[in-house]
């Protein structure tokens, strides 16, 4: 799947992010609302064009164009920024880059499309995430990431899901 996306030369996508239910009870929490359902788009051409855009429901828009401001974006865009972006220009810092413990699961279906699954763990200073992973197996592209984040008194399932353009 990385060698995937980091050999392409051209990619567009568009998403969701369903920010889950919260299991505690943090000032995030009040802030957010409750459950959302964000957007995102991706735009890549190499060498040329890397264009990733990020819609909260409430309608505040972030942009990025390169690596290291996508990477700062990550808490803002619910860790969507860093997944497909920087697999596209080849950097390892994103997410995706430090999963550990990874396995192989049961293959699933995803919006009609039968899908390796593969799961791992991301740790943070703070946080930590489980991770499943769901690639088409016919692209390599992802279809959808699911991440069970525990933070402190905050515990949340988020889901985002990549609508790949051809």
């Given at each position: 799947?990385?060698?995937?996306y980091?050999?392409?030369?051209?990619?567009?996508d568009?998403?969701s992010?369903?920010?889950?239910e919260?299991w505690g009870w943090?000032?995030?929490?009040l802030?957010?609302h409750?459950?959302t359902?964000?957007?995102?788009?991706?735009?890549?051409?190499r060498?040329?064009?890397?264009?990733?855009r990020y819609?909260?429901?409430?309608?505040?828009?972030r942009?990025?164009?390169?690596?290291?401001?996508?990477?700062?974006?990550?808490g803002?865009t619910?860790?969507?920024?860093?997944p497909?972006?920087l697999l596209?220009?080849g950097?390892?810092?994103?997410?995706?880059?430090?999963?550990t413990?990874l396995r192989r699961?049961?293959?699933?279906?995803?919006?009609?499309?039968?899908?390796f699954?593969?799961?791992?763990?991301?740790s943070?200073?703070?946080?930590?995430?489980?991770?499943?992973?769901?690639i088409?197996?016919?692209?390599?592209f992802?279809r959808?990431?699911?991440r069970?984040?525990?933070?402190?008194?905050?515990?949340?399932m988020?889901?985002i899901?990549?609508?790949?353009?051809?």
């Amino acid at each position: 799947m990385m060698a995937r996306y980091a050999h392409i030369g051209a990619y567009s996508d568009s998403g969701s992010v369903d920010t889950g239910e919260s299991w505690g009870w943090t000032l995030w929490n009040l802030i957010r609302h409750g459950r959302t359902r964000d957007t995102f788009q991706t735009n890549y051409v190499r060498g040329r064009l890397l264009h990733f855009r990020y819609t909260t429901a409430s309608g505040l828009t972030r942009e990025g164009v390169s690596g290291a401001h996508l990477i700062e974006q990550a808490g803002t865009t619910h860790g969507v920024s860093s997944p497909v972006p920087l697999l596209l220009i080849g950097a390892q810092a994103g997410a995706i880059g430090r999963l550990t413990a990874l396995r192989r699961a049961p293959d699933a279906t995803v919006r009609g499309a039968r899908c390796f699954t593969i799961t791992g763990v991301v740790s943070g200073e703070r946080v930590q995430a489980a991770c499943r992973l769901q690639i088409d197996q016919r692209t390599y592209f992802l279809r959808r990431i699911q991440r069970e984040i525990v933070a402190r008194d905050d515990r949340r399932m988020e889901t985002i899901d990549y609508f790949t353009k051809p």
